[in-house]
């Protein structure tokens, strides 16, 4: 199969984008959640990829009959491996990244989750997908890991976690799972339709963290918080994933790593816009180095 032309891989770099800065939303929505319904992370999370799941669906279904028409590949029992573990990781971030909150923070657990995912991306991808990480990516890739470092460090030094050890080893977890989902679901789109493969990664997720729902109280979080689960469920799984996957097509996983590190950058506004964060020097420079990050990778794709 011939390489994506340039301007595929622009586009596909702009439909990341817009998933991670879909994303970055998440975070704030989460913390009126919790504060003003009392909701639970894994309930939100479970609630999440069901709503995620249910419109994937529907959308699949709505397009097969255009993707039919145009020839488009269809996919075989061969592939089902690679659903099933798109839906282990996306159902295993989601649990190691919400219990390492509780146990490390919030900070910590998205430094630690957060910096290490783009990392482990580039390293399997070389060894899995062999991809090349040229000098121009490992820049954009250190940047891109610096800055978001310099975003999301600042509050550590004064948080005081129950369980840091452990909670660290769940978010290093967590990047891992991201880690897996990314780079398989790189290699299971060149065989199987963008919104197909999104509807069947989140059928499965849903289905895994499905218990969370047995949990005491968990009516009364649903009725007071349905709204911003739908939000999350819609916007940052639904349409987030799918753009995202579909970005897959012609981005490579290394470069869709860095560009997601767009999440930390929209959070960080995010907060200090909404919840009157401060956002100092450190801030400041971890921003700019993330935007350098981003325009290093537009500029490797589209040579």
């Not at 799918?242 to 930390?264: D, I, K, M, Q, W």
Request: glycine share 8%; net charge positive; aromatic share 6%.
């Amino acid at each position: 199969m011939s390489a994506p032309s340039s301007p595929a891989r622009l586009r596909g770099l702009g439909l990341i984008a817009l998933a991670a800065i879909s994303w970055g939303t998440t975070g704030s929505v989460i913390v009126l959640l919790v504060s003003r319904a009392e909701a639970t992370p894994l309930v939100i999370g479970a609630a999440r990829m069901l709503v995620g799941a249910v419109l994937l669906a529907a959308a699949a279904a709505w397009r097969r009959p255009a993707a039919s028409a145009t020839g488009a590949t269809r996919p075989t029992m061969r592939d089902a491996w690679r659903w099933v573990a798109l839906g282990v990781c996306m159902a295993g971030f989601q649990v190691t990244y919400f219990t390492a909150v509780t146990r490390a923070g919030i900070a910590v657990t998205a430094l630690v989750a957060i910096c290490s995912a783009p990392i482990m991306i580039a390293a399997l991808a070389t060894g899995l997908l062999d991809e090349r990480l040229t000098p121009r990516l490992l820049v954009a890739l250190a940047f891109g890991v610096a800055g978001t470092a310099l975003l999301v460090a600042a509050p550590v030094a004064g948080t005081t976690a129950p369980h840091p050890f452990s909670g660290v080893l769940l978010a290093l977890a967590a990047g891992l799972g991201y880690a897996l989902y990314v780079v398989t679901a790189k290699s299971a789109v060149a065989r199987t339709p963008p919104l197909l493969l999104s509807a069947v990664t989140f059928a499965v997720a849903a289905v895994l963290t499905a218990p969370a729902f047995l949990a005491p109280g968990t009516a009364r979080q649903l009725a007071l918080a349905w709204p911003g689960m739908l939000y999350l469920g819609a916007v940052t799984t639904a349409a987030a994933y799918a753009l995202y996957t579909a970005g897959l097509r012609s981005v490579s996983a290394s470069a869709a790593g860095v560009v997601s590190l767009l999440e930390p950058l929209t959070a960080t506004l995010l907060g200090v816009l909404l919840f009157g964060e401060r956002f100092g020097v450190a801030g400041w420079l971890g921003a700019a180095l993330l935007l350098i990050a981003f325009v290093l990778v537009a500029a490797a794709e589209r040579r």
